[in-house]
């Protein structure tokens, strides 16, 4: 009767091919991962450029009203000047007497 010796190479080359195996996996999934990551940033860059842009039109937006809204004022002042002066002088004494009650 003949005894077969394992020299244990086998096992070791199975072991070995799951190594490779898992590492080929793992950079697999790195690798999809870093794809996702840069699409990411590309769409989270493209939504800071609409941002930016949409605040910026926002932004000449409301000086144009503020423009407006002052020519506004200054035509009803220069037309009714009078009239300014006695509605600052009744808001005037209102929040003097408002804040006297306190």
């Known amino acids: 009767m003949t005894k077969l010796i394992s020299t244990?190479?086998?096992p070791q080359s199975a072991s070995s091919s799951i190594v490779h195996e898992v590492a080929d996996e793992l950079q697999?999934?790195?690798?999809?991962?870093?794809h996702?990551?840069?699409?990411?940033?590309?769409s989270l860059r493209a939504r800071g450029t609409l941002a930016s842009e949409k605040a910026l039109e926002l932004r000449a937006q409301a000086r144009s009203?503020?423009?407006q809204l002052r020519h506004g004022v200054e035509k009803i002042a220069s037309d009714n000047p009078w009239t300014v002066v006695g509605g600052a002088l009744a808001l005037g004494m209102l929040i003097g007497a408002l804040s006297a009650r306190r």
């Open 8 to 10: 244990g190479a086998q």
């Open 28 to 34: 697999q999934r790195i690798g999809n991962a870093a």
């Open 36 to 42: 996702k990551g840069e699409a990411l940033e590309r």
């Open 65 to 67: 009203k503020a423009s």
